[in-house]
């Protein structure tokens, strides 16, 4: 049993959970710096080969769903509850003996002042205004006390910060993040959810010297399911969020329409972005693959196309098209239009923000009660002459107070002069 209590004792300590903290802090940053679910051959090409392997033994390309996250995670949460829970009866029993004149005035206390004639006029200046009328050791006293909630400002903030622990935690174990490109018209599915995206609409707000300033992509959102649609606008740093799901308007890019003919009858078009591929249907095996739009020597846009059939690349002799130009496949021609640009969307969706946001207002609630809601006493007893002796404790920032305390004893006997 003593083992257990010193282990319970551990844990729930102050000192465990700092480092637990910092622990989980650094574990967060390498998530952040270490690509997320790469292969061994990117980490290997990127670092080394002996670095790969160690991110790979230790889980650091899945930082955030690994066992020995999730551990420190849970430890972390249970060390600050453990430590705010033993805590509990102390704050409660502080908060009460703040209230009750038996307890409060025979307490040290932070300034005292003899000799006042009224006290009323202390308590006005320092702005105690619920005044008791009570007695100590047989005197005629007067009791007040104020900011009572300050003592739970620390524990609070312990609340929220679990609360911003665990909701982060929590998401990035459930995130959900895909990308979604095209060019204004086209519809695609989001991945591993029932719902398709619409590019309504995309533009490229510039300058008066050509620069770009704003990337503006006009979205509608359906679920497929239900026929549900929703829609917004996504720009960079105002994502649009429908269906519970994040926008972000992340880049752009360079698109060409392939208009497909038959003996000089089009039948069918399709848009092709940078580093897509086109299956041509009715020629099983062969697609075209786009590589680049590039400028040419006098700064004409052209396309680098690559030919493949049945996986294969394929010399047809030319790689490198100018806009609206004819590629013949007899019957068959496929003609290429000037560049259209595409917009490249980042889809995020994170079931666990709302805690984070519940533990962010805990956070700074429990950070303004602690540093600006100073539980406070004042009280004076009248001795055996008639005047009065004025005591007041601040359970922080004691020289502010003390200040405060003699500045409204000095304004108080000033006016008892005048008068």
């Not at 089009?266 to 848009?271: C, L, M, Q, R, Y």
Request: glycine residues 8%; contains cysteine; charged residues 20%.
């Amino acid at each position: 049993m003593e083992i257990l209590k010193k282990i319970f004792k551990f844990v729930a300590s102050m000192k465990f959970a700092i480092l637990l903290l910092v622990i989980v802090a650094v574990a967060c940053v390498i998530g952040s710096l270490v690509p997320q679910g790469a292969m061994f051959e990117q980490y290997r090409d990127s670092y080394s080969e002996r670095t790969a392997a160690f991110i790979l033994a230790f889980h650091l390309d899945d930082v955030f769903h690994s066992w020995w996250f999730i551990v420190l995670v849970s430890l972390l949460c249970l060390s600050v509850l453990l430590c705010n829970l033993t805590r509990v009866k102390a704050l409660i029993l502080s908060t009460k003996n703040a209230a009750n004149p038996a307890h409060a005035m025979t307490e040290e206390p932070t300034a005292v002042h003899d000799g006042v004639a009224d006290p009323e006029p202390v308590f006005r200046r320092m702005h105690f205004f619920r005044v008791q009328k009570t007695e100590l050791e047989g005197r005629e006293a007067r009791f007040a006390y104020r900011n009572r909630p300050g003592f739970w400002g620390a524990w609070v903030c312990h609340i929220g910060i679990v609360l911003i622990v665990l909701g982060y935690a929590l998401g990035q174990m459930t995130l959900f993040s895909t990308e979604v490109y095209g060019t204004p018209g086209q519809t695609k599915p989001i991945e591993k959810t029932p719902y398709a995206l619409t590019i309504d609409g995309f533009s490229i707000d510039r300058n008066e010297s050509g620069f770009v300033e704003q990337y503006i992509s006009e979205l509608t959102v359906t679920n497929t399911e239900t026929g549900e649609a929703q829609r917004g606008t996504s720009s960079v740093n105002h994502p649009a969020v429908l269906h519970g799901m994040k926008f972000y308007q992340t880049a752009s890019g360079d698109a060409v329409r392939v208009t497909i003919a038959e003996d000089g009858v089009p039948f069918e078009s399709a848009d092709l972005c940078v580093g897509e591929e086109l299956t041509i249907d009715f020629l099983p095996g062969l697609s075209l693959f786009l590589n680049g739009c590039e400028p040419d020597h006098n700064g004409s846009p052209v396309y680098h196309i690559l030919f493949f059939y049945q996986g294969q690349h394929m010399d047809v002799g030319k790689s490198y098209f100018a806009p609206n130009a004819t590629i013949n496949l007899s019957p068959y021609t496929l003609t290429l239009s000037e560049p259209i640009d595409y917009t490249l969307l980042r889809v995020k969706k994170d079931s666990f923000a709302w805690l984070v946001m519940i533990g962010g207002i805990l956070t700074a609630l429990g950070l303004f009660f602690a540093l600006y809601v100073v539980p406070e006493t004042l009280w004076a007893v009248k001795n055996e002459t008639g005047v009065w002796t004025v005591y007041g404790k601040s359970r922080k920032l004691a020289p502010l107070f003390t200040e405060q305390f003699d500045r409204a004893i000095r304004k108080s006997e000033g006016k008892e002069a005048a008068k």
